[in-house]
Structures are given as structure tokens and as C-alpha cells.
T-cell receptor
Framework: EDKVVQSPLSLVVHEGDTVTLNCSYEVTNFRSLLWYKQEKKAPTFLFMLTSSGIEKKSGRLSSILDKKELFSILNITATQTGDSAIYLCAVYNAGNMLTFGGGTRLMVKP | EPEVTQTPSHQVTQMGQEVILRCVPISNHLYFYWYRQILGQKVEFLVSFYNNEISEKSEIFDDQFSVERPDGSNFTLKIRSTKLEDSAMYFC???????????FGPGTRLTVL
């Protein structure tokens, strides 16, 4: 059975801190890994990673995939209160469906 | 910017009743999905749909569930006889290509009493 595990479960930081969120996976026929941000309702897409070692970056957010060790990290630098959300990691297997992790709840305090 | 829309935002129903949840995917997308998220739990895949037929379904998607694309824009999820454990947020998603980023709608919160 495909499995995606995220850590930590939750995190409280202060504005300006840097955070690293982790996602490990065990998936048959891995295709790609995606990161989403879930604030109130719908997950919104952040990154899709397919190749090992290539960093994807968008503003203060960046992510990288290690296909040998089967994990990915999501970094957020200079955090702001608007970064408070649940961050979801999801993986595509051969079946074109996403398997989600349980998420990391990030709270950024002013 | 195009987006996935869902109606209603909240549906309350009695156990045993049928419900239909509606979604309008992004117009040029070809692959459609339903996921659900029970409160406090993971987002779980239910079903994927392509070329007017189901391409994948999970163990959750039993005979009580069905999906349909009745016209060129709507994509529906029907639950024939709702159970208390069907209470969850149901998300519709769509994508333009295989293994591409999926865009999620705002969800329908289903409450079964």
C-alpha cells in the first residue's frame, strides 16, 4: 500500500523564522511529488517535483526531491503570518491519482 | 484565472437520502477527480474520470457512489444512500494532462444526520 508521511505534525514559529517541512514516501511506480497549501478549504498547488536534486523555487518557498532516499523537503524562509496553513505533500503513482500525507500544520506568530 | 467551482458549499442530509455534488472543472481540462477529507484526517482519493469513463477508483468508492459528466461542463458525484460516515469535505479536481498538477475546487461539506 502506498504511504506518504509528513513531519512534523505541527509547528509554531515566529515571523522571520525559516522552516523545513518533511515528506517521505513509499509508493509503487513513483511518478512525481507535489506540495499543496491548504488554508481554509481547497488545497492550492505549490510545486511539482519529478527529478532528484533539482530545486524548485517560488519567492520564499523552495522544495527539493531525493528519489534515492524517498523524501522531499519544503523550505519557507522569512516566514510571514500569511504562511500559516496546512502544507500537504502528495505523490503520483502509476495510477494517475494522488496519495496524500497527513499534512503539517504551520502557525506563524507575529 | 480559471478555477474549479463546486456546488453546494454545504449540504445537510438525512441518513439514507441520495445526494448529488456538482463540480465544474476548468474548461480545457480532460482528467477529473473526486477526493474526500473527513474532518481531521487525510485527503483521500475516490475516483478519477477520463474520456467519459472511470479510469481509477479507490476501495471507498463502492456501489453507493457514482460519477457522471452529464454535459460538456459539469462533473457530478452521487451518493445513493448516505451513511453517517459519509460526512466529509468532498473536493473535485481537474488537470489538463496525465501526472500534471491538479487544481482543486473549494469543496462541498457534506453533513449526514
Amino acid at each position: 500500500e502506498d504511504k506518504v508521511v509528513q513531519s512534523p505534525l505541527s509547528l509554531v514559529v515566529h515571523e522571520g523564522d525559516t522552516v523545513t517541512l518533511n515528506c517521505s514516501y513509499e509508493v509503487t511506480n513513483f511518478r512525481s511529488l507535489l506540495w499543496y497549501k491548504q488554508e481554509k478549504k481547497a488545497p492550492t498547488f505549490l510545486f511539482m517535483l519529478t527529478s532528484s536534486g533539482i530545486e524548485k523555487k517560488s519567492g520564499r518557498l523552495s522544495s527539493i526531491l531525493d528519489k534515492k532516499e524517498l523524501f522531499s523537503i519544503l523550505n519557507i524562509t522569512a516566514t510571514q503570518t500569511g504562511d500559516s496553513a496546512i502544507y500537504l505533500c502528495a505523490v503520483y503513482n502509476a495510477g494517475n491519482m494522488l496519495t496524500f500525507g497527513g499534512g503539517t500544520r504551520l502557525m506563524v506568530k507575529p | 484565472e480559471p478555477e474549479v467551482t463546486q456546488t453546494p458549499s454545504h449540504q445537510v442530509t438525512q441518513m439514507g437520502q441520495e445526494v448529488i455534488l456538482r463540480c465544474v472543472p476548468i474548461s480545457n481540462h480532460l482528467y477529473f477527480y473526486w477526493y474526500r477529507q473527513i474532518l481531521g484526517q487525510k485527503v483521500e482519493f475516490l475516483v478519477s474520470f477520463y474520456n467519459n469513463e472511470i479510469s481509477e477508483k479507490s476501495e471507498i468508492f463502492d456501489d453507493q457512489f457514482s460519477v457522471e459528466r452529464p454535459d460538456g461542463s459539469n462533473f457530478t458525484l452521487k451518493i445513493r444512500s448516505t451513511k453517517l460516515e459519509d460526512s466529509a469535505m468532498y473536493f473535485c479536481a481537474s488537470t489538463s494532462r496525465f501526472y500534471n498538477e491538479q487544481f482543486f475546487g473549494p469543496g462541498t461539506r457534506l453533513t449526514v444526520l
